[in-house]
Structures are given as C-alpha cells and as structure tokens.
T-cell receptor, first 115, second 113 residues
C-alpha cells in the first residue's frame, strides 16, 4: 500500500520569500513521486517528477524538490515566491510497477502569497 | 495540440439520476484515467482504461462505470446519484501502461441536488 501526507493544509508566504511545501510518503516499493499545481477552476498541471534518477529534481516555474529516501520525503521548494504561485499544490505517488496514470494524491496545500 | 478535453464543464443533476461525463485524451495518448476530487480534498483514483478495457480500479462502488472507445476517448457513467457524488471529475491521459506522464483535463464540476 502507498500513501502521501502533506503537512499543512494552508501556507502563507510573502512575495520574494522561500516557499516550502512538505510531503512524506509511504510505499512498499521505490515509488515515482510527483508535484502538481491546481489553479482555481482548473485541472492539474505537472510541476515536476522523481523517477529514481537524480534525487534533486528541477521543475517548471522555478520549483524544485529533493527525494530523501531515509526521511521518506519529497518536499517542494521555490527560493522566491511570486504572486502567480498562489494555488493549491498536490503531492502524489505511484508505484514503479504501475502506470503513472494511477496516482495516490495527498490532501493538498493551499498557498497564499502576500505582497 | 488540444490537450485533454472534458465535457461538459458544469452539470447539475438530481439525486437518483444518471450522468455521463466525456473525455478526449491528448493527441497520441491511448490510456485514460478518471479521478474524483471532492471539495477541499485531493483527487481520488476511480479507474483506468487501456485498449478499451478497465485495467485498474480504485475503491469506488459499481455505480461508477466507464467505457473507452476505439479512438481512445472515454466516458464515465454514474448511476443512482447521491449528494456525496458532487465533486470535480478529472480525466487524465497518458501513453501506454508503463512509465509515462499523465496530463489532466480541466474537469467536469458535477453538482447533485
């Protein structure tokens, strides 16, 4: 069985400050891990993915995430928040033996960016 | 490239009715997955179709059924609607069953009254 826990349902950051969103996973096999972003009334857009290559993964819009097996974590960061980063962010896991189409999502973290 | 398209965008149904949602995958993709996203929650996997067959299924009752057509488009059917079925229904497409990225549509907002 696999699951994802996102710590903090809401995060407020100042424009220009560090964005840090936390994700911990549990999986019986080495997983694939993903971060998705969802803007209001829209579907999900892939930010980045970990597929057992480099542990530090760079994605779109300046985001990156680091896979730490010892901590079973895949936290998402961005050095400097922009107003356009206000959205909901989802961490997701998929076992490597299955299609990436079957994803287990966390509950999401709503990011608010203040001027 | 039109990406993943879903129709309709919004829908209001009455308890006990039946509903059909539609999805056209991204060009070149042959696998379609459906998710239910209740308000304030993450998406929950319903099922996945490949080669016109249901390949994987999440923890959803038999009231939820689907179909995939030869052109890879897909339908999600929900019978005997309950108030709790109100949610955003997301379709995702990918290529094959192994190791490809899933692209999501904008979803269909279903409200059951």
């Amino acid at each position: 069985a696999q699951s994802v826990t996102q710590l903090g349902s809401h995060v407020s950051v100042s424009e220009g400050a560090l964005v840090l969103l936390r994700c911990n996973y549990s999986s019986s096999v080495p997983p694939y891990l993903f971060w998705y972003v969802q803007y209001p009334n829209q579907g999900l857009q892939l930010l980045l993915k970990y597929t057992s290559a480099a542990t530090l993964v760079k994605g779109i819009n300046g985001f990156e995430a680091e896979f730490k097996k010892s901590e079973t974590s895949f936290h998402l960061t961005k050095p400097s928040a922009h107003m356009s980063d206000a959205a909901e962010y989802f961490c997701a896991v998929s076992p490597t033996t299955d299609s990436w189409g079957k994803l287990q999502f966390g509950a999401g973290t709503q990011v608010v960016v203040t001027p | 490239d039109a990406g993943v398209t879903q129709s309709p965008t919004h829908l209001i149904k009455t308890r006990g009715q039946q509903v059909t949602l539609r999805c056209s995958p991204k060009s070149g993709h042959d696998t379609v997955s459906w998710y239910q996203q209740a308000l304030g929650q993450g998406p929950q996997f319903i099922f996945q179709y490949y080669e016109e067959e249901e390949r994987q299924r999440g923890n959803f009752p038999d009231r939820f059924s689907g179909h995939q057509f030869p052109n890879y488009s897909s339908e999600l059917n929900v019978n005997a609607l309950l108030l709790g079925d109100s949610a955003l229904y997301l379709c995702a497409s990918s290529l094959g069953l192994q190791g490809t990225e899933a692209f999501f549509g904008q979803g269909t907002r279903l409200t059951v009254v």
